[in-house]
Each structure stands twice: as C-alpha cells, then as structure tokens.
C-alpha cells in the first residue's frame, strides 16, 4: 500500500507540474501548482515530517500562491480566450483529479511505513524535549535537505520572475 501511495503522489505531481507548464492561463497554471504542492506535501507526510507537509500547504499552497493569483488577477494578464476546462469533459477530468487526491489523503490513515524510514517510538518528542522544536525542525531543514529546500527557493523566484515577465506590456 505504501509503494502504491507512493507512486500515486509522485505521479499526481509530476503530471500537475506538466500542467502547469503547459497551460495557456496563467491562473489556471498557479492553480496546478497548487495541486503539485499539495502532492508534494503527500510525500512529506509519508517520510514522516508531518511539520514539513503542514508548512507547505499553509505557507506555499496557501500564502504565496494566494499573492500569485491576486497580482496575476490584479494586473488583468492575457486576454480572454478558450478556457483549458471545457465543457462536461473538463468537469469529469477535474472530479476525477479530486477523487484521486482524496483518495491519496485518506490512504494516508492506513500506511504502515516500512522498518527503514519510521522513527522509534517517542523519538520526536524526545529531540523535542531536550532541543526545542524550532531545533528539532531547523536542523534537519538546512542540514539534510538543504537541496531541495533551496530548489523551492529557486523556483519561487523563477515563477515571481515569470510573473514579471508575463506583466510585462510590449507598447
């Protein structure tokens, strides 16, 4: 069941993040990386970082791609034209993307991880305990996966150059 969840997240991201890339509107495509930040938090949630996944829906789904819709609403980009959802098409395929989100979350309640990624038990309130919480998260964070936590960096700033870009009017 693992392996399955596994596979379900990482493809429901990689197919949302194709998305992104490919769509003609540029609210249509924040709104497909918010389906890919949803699907990477998933993953946080199964290597057990749950603090991780809880900050990445509040903070990146939440937050920025809020600021990115509204500038992107505000400065009226592009003009009006076919949507990328049309008609009863587009609605199944939209519910259908729904159902299997929902089910990733509610297979979420029945995984038993596998032997080499759990932590014994008690062994985050213990880190808690004797180095704080901001210690017990920090540590990892810029340690461990400095990597990827800089690859979201960078890649938040490449969607606020694209925005730019897009704002940008040829006179």
């Known amino acids: 069941m693992h392996t399955f969840l596994f596979y379900a997240a990482a493809l429901g991201a990689i197919a949302s993040a194709v998305l992104v890339i490919t769509r003609r509107s540029p609210v249509a495509s924040a709104l497909w990386l918010v389906s ?3 699907h990477l938090s998933v993953l946080y949630v199964m290597l057990d970082a749950q603090f991780i996944a809880a900050v ?3 903070v990146y789904a939440g937050a920025i791609m809020v600021l990115f819709l509204f500038v992107i609403m505000l400065l009226n980009i592009g003009r009006l034209g076919p949507s990328d959802v049309r008609g009863g098409r587009g609605k199944v395929i939209a519910a259908v993307a729904g159902l299997v989100m929902m089910g990733e979350l509610l297979a979420l309640r029945n995984v038993a991880l596998p ?3 759990t932590l014994p038990a008690g062994a985050v309130a213990e880190l ?4 704080g919480a901001i210690h017990a998260v920090a540590k990892p964070l810029f340690e461990q996966y400095l990597i990827p936590f800089e690859i979201a960096s960078v890649m938040l700033l490449a969607a606020v150059v694209g925005a730019v870009v897009l704002a940008k009017r040829k006179l």
Do not use: D, M, S
Request: no cysteine.
């Open 36 to 38: 890919v930040l949803f």
């Open 56 to 58: 990445q829906v509040l």
């Open 115 to 117: 032997r080499e990624i």
């Open 128 to 131: 808690t305990a004797q180095q």
